[in-house]
């Protein structure tokens, strides 16, 4: 692969992959809704990114227009061969009506409030566990050691899977969300072990049925018959996925931002009852996830002349931080009383897991702020935030102070 | 005064019954549902407003009626 050239101009040639879009993209897209509001780019076979809230929300909830059968920005245009419609890949993500309906109604009862509080016991507890490791260690990663082991271990439950797995969770989430400019023949050579692993978790459930999702999946039955293996690891794959990188970097922004914000995080530590409040601010303000459309048929819309199969690059984030929407959207503030943020999506593509992810923010930095009240950015120089269509932290090493 | 909220519109974020769990609650599928007739007093008229402020998706409404 050929180097990239650098970025001319974000309302022309954006990549949001670039460094500075993947550093600190607020400025920019502060700047491209001053400007254009949707920005165009060449790269990736063709591209668009609404800027606004307007065009955002316009976009998540037009499925008429707009399919969802890719939600990844791969390098170049996809064929209707690899990414089949209206079912995709990782349905319901990738689904569009009616068969979407179908499938969403299929998971939505496992992600539902009841089902996900149940699992608040058994996540404090792990949490404790890796605040343990720490010991009197005065710096820590809060985010190699702390929150990125929190989401695998939660999923990895629900699926029962193998606890010894979680590290190789973490390699299946990266190779997926993470290196989306890497040629189209290294992206399904990457894919082949994560394709095998889910066979064998399938195979294994099979053999040995349990009390767990992946059993939930391979019984459940639609139209009278049982899902065909492919799908069943197609959920699997968008659960698993949809719920790792997603969530470890929502917990990650929240204790940078607390790291940066000693009278924030004195009024969490005081002020138990705020967190509510503060987690919807968390989400507004670092909403980590972005996601994609595919356009599909030519058409003038918003203004732009759009092309079959461009991509539509979803910024909730952005629309998040929109004026327009927000009053002093820049501005982070803990208690936000009126907060009608996008961080999970909008229509009927609205996270599936939300429940299981706020839940999981709250019981994450309830338990790290027990244990050390205090905190501060060991080294700002040193944190590093992830590439592509999922924000956060990666390295975060905090110092606490006690 | 009522509240009522659109199934049609109603993608389940969850808002409104975290905001005001004496005025919603949440169906098998995770999605907001009016509890009883949805009558409010001045108590809960003042939550179920927060939670309608809150809605990513505009399906919350207060009919105020005299």
Redesign the interface.
């Known amino acids: 692969m050929s180097e990239k050239l650098p970025v001319a101009d974000f309302a022309t040639d954006f990549d949001h992959v670039d460094s500075t879009w993947v550093m600190d993209p607020y400025p920019i897209w502060e700047d491209l809704r001053s400007r254009c509001p949707v920005a165009h780019t060449d790269r990736y076979g063709g591209a668009w990114f609404p800027a606004t809230h307007e065009g955002v929300t316009t976009i998540a909830k037009d499925t008429v227009h707009f399919s969802s059968r890719s939600v990844i920005i791969g390098n170049g245009r996809p064929t209707e061969e690899d990414l089949p419609a209206p079912i995709g890949l990782a349905p319901p993500i990738t689904s569009d009506p009616p068969f979407h309906a179908i499938a969403r109604r299929l998971i939505l009862p496992a992600f539902a409030p009841g089902p996900i509080n149940a699992l608040e016991p058994q996540m404090r507890a792990m949490c404790v566990q890796l605040l343990d490791r720490f010991g009197d260690d005065e710096v820590v990663n809060a985010g190699m050691a702390y929150a990125n082991y929190i989401p695998p271990s939660v999923i990895r439950q629900m699926l029962g899977f193998p606890e010894s797995d979680t590290e190789r969770f973490l390699e299946i989430a990266h190779i997926t969300i993470e290196n989306v400019d890497k040629p189209e023949e290294e992206r399904i050579e990457e894919f082949v072990p994560v394709n095998e692993y889910f066979l064998a978790q399938i195979e294994d459930h099979l053999a040995n049925p349990r009390d767990d999702m992946t059993s939930f999946l391979l019984n459940v039955e639609l139209d009278g018959e049982k899902l065909p293996h492919e799908l069943v690891s197609g959920v699997m794959i968008l659960i698993l996925v949809a719920g790792i990188d997603t969530t470890w970097s929502a917990i990650g922004a929240a204790l940078w931002h607390l790291a940066q914000h000693p009278e924030d995080l004195a009024r969490l530590v005081n002020e138990p009852d705020l967190m509510p409040v503060a987690i919807e601010e968390f989400l507004r303000f670092y909403a980590p996830v972005t996601m994609a459309r595919l356009v599909k048929e030519d058409m003038d819309y918003l203004g732009c002349a759009m092309k079959q199969d461009d991509w539509i690059l979803l910024g909730f984030p952005a629309a998040n931080r929109d004026p327009a929407v927000f009053k002093d959207a820049d501005q982070f503030i803990i208690d936000r009383a009126e907060n009608r943020h996008v961080a999970f999506g909008l229509g009927i593509h609205r996270c599936a897991g939300s429940n299981l992810a706020r839940l999981e923010l709250k019981v994450a930095l309830e338990e790290f702020i027990k244990r050390y009240p205090t905190f501060e950015l060991a080294d700002p120089g040193a944190v590093t935030w992830s590439q592509g269509q999922i924000r956060g932290p990666r390295n975060l090493p905090l110092r606490t102070l006690r | 005064m009522k509240v009522s909220i659109d199934a049609e519109l109603c ?5 409104c ?2 905001i005001a769990p004496d005025v919603f609650g ?5 999605n907001g549902v009016v509890l009883g007739e949805g009558t409010l007093t001045p108590e809960t008229l003042k939550l179920a407003r ?1 939670a309608m ?5 505009h399906a919350i409404f207060i009919e105020e009626s005299s």
Do not use: Y
């Open positions: 993608q389940g974020q969850g808002r019954f975290s949440f169906n098998d599928l995770g927060l402020a809150n809605c990513p998706e």
